[in-house]
């Protein structure tokens, strides 16, 4: 819960960016905050609260590898083959969590650099993004990589799509598209 509320305030304030030069100035606490979500995720620490059938997962597999991502996909499969029997702050968890590790994995072993951006920041230097993306619980935070920061992803995002449509949104398959 503690984690939950850092990044709640942490969210609520833009990062800086310089429009002259149009280049993120990234706010360290944001990545800290998701790599500890990715580091709760793959079991490495431990919260008062945890995701959705934690036992469905095999943790001691996620070492960060884009092979890792297929022990993610089955473990989204059974959450969301059972979605409605469990609590909103575990199915919260599951989609902050693993979307984090996802981002991880992405930034471990992607070529270029990825960064967390929180949405404003984001869509005051992107503003024609607004239309197409609005803020919301899973694109409040961005992945965002360039030099100009206008590449980005939404990992948090797709977890949440696999757990509400289906396994049509792989996440061994949508990592492979950053790192191959």
């Not at 939950?4 to 305030?9: E, K, N, S, Y």
């Not at 994995?105 to 005051?124: F, H, M, N, P, Q």
């Not at 920061?149 to 492979?176: D, S, W």
Request: hydrophobic content about 40%; charged content about 25%; overall charge negative.
């Amino acid at each position: 819960m503690k984690l939950f509320l850092a990044l709640v305030l942490l969210l609520t304030v833009n990062k800086v960016h310089s429009k002259e030069e149009d280049v993120v100035k990234v706010d360290p606490n944001l990545s800290g905050i998701f790599s500890t979500f990715a580091k709760l995720c793959a079991g490495e620490i431990k919260d008062e609260s945890d995701i959705a059938g934690a036992d469905q997962l095999n943790r001691s597999g996620l070492d960060y590898s884009l092979d890792s991502l297929k022990l993610l996909d089955s473990y989204l499969l059974s959450v969301h083959q059972k979605i409605s029997s469990f609590p909103q702050k575990e199915l919260e968890n599951t989609v902050l969590w693993c979307g984090a590790y996802v981002g991880e994995v992405i930034t471990r072993t992607a070529k270029g650099d990825y960064l967390w951006e929180a949405y404003d920041s984001y869509v005051e230097r992107n503003p024609e993004i607004k239309e197409v993306m609005p803020l919301s619980f899973t694109t409040r935070t961005i992945l965002v990589s360039g030099e100009d920061g206008k590449a980005m992803t939404l990992p948090v995002n797709k977890v949440y799509r696999f757990l509400t449509e289906g396994p049509e949104n792989n996440i061994h398959y949508y990592g492979q598209g950053f790192i191959n």
